[in-house]
């Protein structure tokens, strides 16, 4: 029988499912037998360049929605601050601060199922505003339709965010309210506006590796452009608040495996990665990231964004 360092050094990249959940075995030290695999892919399709991005918590908390990860649930009892969808003089302050810190794309999220009308319409006026500022606008607004997609598109949007969050099979265990096959719906729509796709998900949750394994092969299907990998931090008042964070190894390899599959995807790391990583921020570019989310995030803090664009001077690679 091959040993594992043997076949990973057969591994090239686009992975079957067999392959990766054999992966996904992978104990101790011999992940980083599998990290110099991704690694080489990440090189070979991606080069030394890393791609930032910042978000904005643009209308925050009080959402119908019964995400059970979600501190910004109506549904849980948390501490997260509630507020309308602020004003674009807000927008452009933290928009402008990112672009200063080598940020090239910039998402407006809000909180609940979708806007109302009228804060849609705000919401493409900010958007226009952000690409004259010679960024590329991302929003993440929830579950819009074709007509409300095209109409922001037509603003100026690049590019649409909606994470499928985990695999189908598990995500009934997450949320009640909406269904994966909504989100599916959403991301199709977005798509066939002409629209760039980001669309990734959180782990930490409970999912088994299988369930992992099955949501990247959902977005390859799909054809996303960009897989945001969001790892999961408890909030207190939540269902979830008492789950315990994944251990830095167990992310990273996450993070791997995803390169291997989706060798072509922008692999981005977002919420949750100060806690998650700890001292191994800095892996997950030899784990096969080429992307990442700097300054703070929807609801928690993240690392000072002077300490990330020295990391990412001081691994070699270039923004």
Request: glycine share 8%; with cysteine.
């Amino acid at each position: 029988m091959l040993s594992i360092q043997t076949k990973l050094r057969q591994i090239e990249h686009g992975i079957d499912k067999e392959t990766a959940l054999m992966l996904s075995e992978i104990k101790g030290t011999e992940v980083f037998d599998l990290f110099v695999s991704a690694n080489r892919t990440r090189a070979e399709f991606h080069g030394n360049n890393v791609d930032l991005c910042s978000i904005i918590n643009a209308k925050s908390g009080a959402c119908p929605e019964d995400c059970s990860f979600c501190a910004q649930s109506a549904h849980s009892k948390t501490n997260t601050e509630v507020y309308p969808l602020i004003n674009q003089e807000r927008i452009l302050e933290a928009a402008t601060s990112a672009r200063k810190n080598g940020v090239k794309r910039f998402c407006i999220v809000t909180s609940g199922k979708k806007p109302s009308n009228k804060e849609l319409d705000e919401i493409c006026n900010f958007i226009s505003a952000l690409k004259d500022l010679g960024l590329l606008p991302c929003a993440t607004l929830g579950m819009l339709d074709n007509d409300q997609l095209k109409q922001l598109k037509d603003a100026g949007l690049n590019r649409y965010h909606h994470n499928l969050e985990t695999s189908e099979a598990f995500f009934d265990e997450i949320c009640t309210t909406h269904t994966y096959k909504d989100k599916m719906r959403t991301i199709e729509s977005a798509k066939s506006t002409g629209l760039s796709i980001c669309s990734g998900g959180i782990f930490g949750l409970g999912e088994s590796w299988e369930d992992r394994i099955d949501m990247a092969f959902a977005l390859k299907e799909i054809g996303v452009d960009s897989v945001p990998i969001n790892f999961f931090t408890p909030a207190k008042g939540t269902p979830l608040d008492t789950r315990e964070s994944l251990v830095p190894l167990e992310a990273l390899k996450i993070i791997a495996i995803y390169r291997l599959i989706l060798s072509d995807c922008g692999i981005r790391i977002c919420g949750g990665r100060p806690a998650t990583l700890r001292d191994l921020n800095s892996h997950i570019f030899l784990a096969g990231a080429n992307g990442l989310l700097i300054g703070n995030y929807l609801t928690t803090l993240g690392r000072n964004p002077e300490d990330d664009l020295q990391m990412i001077k001081d691994m070699g690679f270039e923004i």
